[in-house]
C-alpha cells in the first residue's frame, strides 16, 4: 500500500493514522449537514482522528423512484463548499456522471465512485483527470483482486491519489455479507 495525498496536511495509506471518512448518506439540508459536520469533527478532534465529510449530494442509485435523492448538483456543492469553510474540514461526495468530475472537483477533496459505477471507464477517466483523490466504492459483484483494473484506469487517466473501499461481497439476490 502507498498514501493517497488528500489534502497538503493529510494524507491516507501506509504509516498514517487512521482517517475516518463519514457523514450522512445524503444531503438533507444546510442546517442538517452542517450539524452532523460539527459534531463528527468534535468527537474527531477529541480523539485526534483526521477527519473527512461525506455527504452525497444525489443518490442517483436509489431502488425506488420515490426515494429522496437529495439536492441539485449546484446546492449540493454550496453546502459542501460551507462544510469545508465553516468547520474547516476536507470533504467527499460521490459523482455518477462523467460530465459531473470538474464540477465537483472545484469544491471537493476527494471525488468518490459509487460502487454500481465502479467499472465504468469513462467515470473513472473523467475523475481522474480532475487530478483530485478518488475513493472507489468496491461493487458487491466484483472479486476484490478485480480491483486492480480498475485502479488501472484510473492510473491510466493521471489518478496518482486513489483510495479504494471495501463494499462486501453478494451470495445469492439482495444478501450482501
Known amino acids: ?3 493517497a495525498q488528500i489534502t497538503d496536511t493529510l494524507s491516507i495509506g501506509d504509516g498514517c493514522p487512521l482517517t475516518l471518512i463519514g457523514g450522512p448518506c445524503v444531503i438533507e439540508s444546510e442546517d442538517f449537514t452542517l450539524k452532523m459536520a460539527e459534531e463528527i469533527h468534535k468527537v474527531c478532534d477529541r480523539l485526534n482522528i483526521p477527519f473527512i465529510f461525506k455527504s452525497s449530494f444525489d443518490k442517483a442509485n436509489r ?18 463548499q460551507k462544510v469545508k469553510q465553516k468547520v474547516g474540514v476536507p ?10 468530475a470538474a464540477t465537483v472537483a472545484e ?9 454500481f459505477l465502479c467499472r465504468q471507464t469513462d467515470l473513472l477517466i473523467a475523475a481522474a483527470a480532475t487530478g483530485r483523490a478518488i475513493n472507489v466504492k468496491k461493487g458487491q459483484f466484483l472479486a476484490p483482486w478485480d480491483m486492480k483494473h ?7 487517466g493521471g489518478a496518482k491519489n486513489i483510495l479504494l473501499t471495501e463494499r462486501g461481497t453478494s451470495f445469492g439476490y439482495n444478501t450482501l455479507v
Do not use: C, Y
Not at 460521490?94 to 460530465?99: P, T
Open 107 to 115: 469544491v471537493v477533496d476527494v471525488l468518490q465512485i459509487p460502487a
Open 1 to 3: 500500500m502507498t498514501r
Open 91 to 100: 470533504v467527499l461526495t460521490d459523482i455518477h456522471e462523467s460530465h459531473q
Open 63 to 80: 431502488t425506488s423512484i420515490n426515494s429522496f435523492r437529495g439536492q441539485t448538483l449546484d446546492t449540493g456543492l454550496d453546502i459542501l
Open 150 to 156: 480498475v485502479v488501472t484506469k484510473l492510473e491510466a
